[in-house]
């Protein structure tokens, strides 16, 4: 499996050039206030891992990575380990230079306002791999990304049209209430969505034809 992990990083590591640009434009977007740096970087560093999804497609290499032992357990299980790896140190990286920026600009660290964003920072990255990925592993990387954004837009539109006729209040102070136990809630949840992701991911794997 170590094998199979070292092989989605050297696919990152090909595309690394292009990302940095992004990271560039975005690093000095951020320093101007107009985005925050800390959702950023790990959300450029998940758009880098999807990219190995489409170069597995385009190879054709589950089809020999199921002939490896254990091939279609170690496939899954690489998979989101180092995706959990590449985004637990892209936001450690965040958080770096998210603290250099506020430090420079305002000769400040808030420290709540960090671990705000950096828990916000984690619990969005997981979603986006919990729910990507099963996809991903059915449709492919082209249409899984495509039925993403769609079941994203549909979620999003049908609660605009909830909270039209009903009072999201209660929700809405729910949530708030929730920010006293964000760094209990948020790595449970966490742990639960990535969990139930690579469950039902790895039944997929498990039950498809190459």
């Known amino acids: 499996m170590l094998g199979l992990i070292k092989k989605d990083f050297l696919l990152i590591k090909a595309n690394l050039k292009s990302m940095m640009i992004i990271f560039i434009v975005y690093l000095i977007l951020a320093f101007q206030g107009t985005f925050d740096v800390t959702f950023i970087v790990p959300l450029i560093g998940i758009m880098l891992f999807i990219s190995t999804f489409s170069y597995d497609d385009f190879n054709n290499w589950n089809s020999y990575a199921v002939t490896l032992p254990n091939g279609r357990k170690n ?8 995706s959990i790896i590449l985004t637990a140190v892209l936001v450690i990286v965040a958080l770096a230079i998210g603290v ?95 969990g139930i992701s690579y469950l039902i991911s790895n039944k997929i794997y498990q039950n498809k034809e190459f």
Do not use: C, H, W
């Open 75 to 82: 496939v899954v299980r690489a998979k989101y380990i180092a």
């Open 100 to 194: 250099g920026i506020g430090y420079a600009k305002t000769n400040n660290i808030n420290i709540e306002e960090i671990i705000s964003s950096l828990m916000g920072t984690i619990l969005s990255s997981v979603i986006i791999i919990s729910l990507l990925y099963p996809i991903v592993f059915k449709f492919g990387a082209t249409n899984g990304r495509i039925i993403l954004f769609a079941v994203v837009f549909g979620i999003a539109g049908i609660g605009a049209l909830i909270s039209q006729f009903v009072d999201m209040t209660p929700i809405i102070n729910m949530i708030n209430e929730l920010d006293n136990y964000v760094l209990i809630a948020i790595p449970i949840i966490s742990i639960m969505l990535l």
